[in-house]
């Protein structure tokens, strides 16, 4: 098996896929991030047939004529739409291995994806189906917070304690290291897109205009905070006005963002209290020192890291390239791929 493997190796890449809910990575051994796309598949609903993966369909939504939809197939970290996936994860691993000319290697890889802890057995094996059925000829799943750990480069594999925070588009996975295994692990399906719909409600009760999700998505990013900035910014909203069903411009504020994603951020922050009174006093000592790492899409929100220092107590730190921390994670674990399948073999005889 080795020897197989190993002319395998020859001929087509081994991938770490953070398969988001907003947005995918895929890291290639040896090379790093080659392929970073929102998670968004424009199709053609009469033939089924896919028009559009990534950047591209994302400028699609919204905008689309009645017989083209632009949809995301992930939804709170899983797998919505199994077809839909399973095309899009056949454009990243061709993308993937087309980032160095086509026809360089062959599109068969051994993948390892990044799914939240809480997921089922059969929400698990329907990534395990969608990327094989996708072109990979090995699938491993990791649990999105033990590979952004890994990708942050904390020391799990010690005595002492570790925390990491990945706040993504669908799940804001929370866990706490010790010996090389997750002493305290929560994963809740409230993150960025909850955001989002903080903003479009927000806009629509104070303004009486309707925005998308995508502008809501821009807002988010551009204006997005949890403290108070040295300068506010501020922004014109183009969106629908429900009185008169017209085109209007509102001026936003960030002070007014803030105001909005704030339910949002205050429900994750409770979360967070939590598993810090789960942590055993011996790994809160630490915790005290080391501080908890930030991870992900949600890091990028201005001032959350200085927030939560004061509502936690506890020293936070953003880790380096937040977006990309599970990705990187991914992909160190491709050199420890034989304890990968050790790991899932007994998971499959579990079920």
Not at 66 to 80: E, F, Q, T, W, Y
Not at 169 to 179: Q, R
Request: hydrophobic share 45%; net charge negative; charged share 25%.
């Amino acid at each position: 098996m080795n020897v197989f493997n190993s002319l395998w190796g020859l001929i087509t890449y081994d991938l770490g896929i953070d398969l988001g809910t907003a947005n995918s990575m895929v890291y290639m051994r040896n090379h790093g991030i080659v392929v970073s796309e929102p998670s968004v598949v424009a199709i053609e609903k009469r033939t089924k047939s896919i028009l559009a993966v990534g950047k591209d369909a994302r400028q699609m939504i919204g905008r689309t004529p009645a017989n083209i939809v632009a949809i995301r197939p992930l939804k709170d970290g899983v797998i919505s739409d199994f077809d839909t996936t399973q095309a899009m994860i056949h454009h990243f691993i061709r993308q993937a291995h087309n980032y160095f000319g086509k026809g360089f290697k062959i599109p068969r890889p051994r993948v390892i994806v990044g799914v939240p802890s809480s997921v089922t057995e059969v929400e698990r094996q329907a990534v395990i189906d969608a990327a094989r059925i996708a072109g990979a000829r090995e699938v491993f799943i990791v649990e999105e917070a033990m590979a952004a750990a890994i990708g942050a480069n904390l020391p799990i594999e010690t005595a002492s304690g570790s925390m990491i925070v990945d706040v993504g588009g669908g799940t804001t996975d929370i866990a706490v290291f010790s010996l090389g295994d997750i002493v305290v692990d929560k994963t809740m399906k409230i993150a960025g897109d909850e955001m989002d719909e903080d903003i479009i409600n927000y806009v629509r009760e104070k303004y009486n205009v309707l925005i998308g999700e995508r502008t809501a998505e821009d807002i988010k990013i551009s204006m997005g905070s949890a403290m108070p900035l040295k300068k506010e910014k501020k922004s014109p909203v183009q969106g629908r006005d429900l009185l008169t069903g017209l085109p209007k411009i509102v001026e936003l504020s960030s002070v007014e963002v803030r105001e909005a994603i704030m339910n949002t951020i205050s429900v994750i922050t409770e979360s967070v209290k939590d598993a810090i009174e789960e942590t055993p006093p011996e790994l809160l000592k630490d915790l005290l020192t080391s501080g908890v790492s930030l991870a992900g899409g949600g890091a990028l929100i201005m001032g959350l890291d200085t927030f939560w220092s004061k509502e936690l107590n506890i020293p936070i730190k953003i880790v380096e390239d937040p977006l990309s921390t599970v990705a990187r994670g991914t992909a160190l674990m491709l050199d420890h791929i034989e304890l990968l399948e050790r790991v899932q073999k007994s998971w499959e005889e579990l079920i």
